[in-house]
């Protein structure tokens, strides 16, 4: 769950966790309980783990392999229906 900044009109600033279908909900000060608008900031990239930054931050391109490809079906057209000895035959008849 991401950390949301809010900002009451009394008690001033202060920061709520809530999931993000939770965000177009009014939020009431934990103080005084009065509406509270929402502060938008930057995300606080910092706090992800180091694996996450380096899998995401990785200057160089992603090689992925596939393994157990399907085989190509081969080229079946010669043998259904192919009859090679009229090819010359059929550009004579346009």
Request: proline share 11%.
């Amino acid at each position: 769950m991401p950390l949301y900044d809010y900002h009451c009109k009394s008690c001033g600033p202060f920061e709520m966790w809530h999931s993000m279908a939770e965000t177009q909900k009014p939020k009431a000060c934990p103080d005084c309980e009065l509406a509270a608008t929402r502060i938008f900031t930057a995300p606080n990239i910092s706090l992800s783990s180091s694996s996450l930054l380096a899998k995401v931050g990785s200057p160089d391109p992603r090689i992925i392999k596939r393994q157990g490809e399907p085989a190509k079906p081969k080229n079946q057209s010669a043998k259904q229906g192919s009859r090679p000895w009229m090819l010359g035959h059929a550009a004579e008849r346009l």
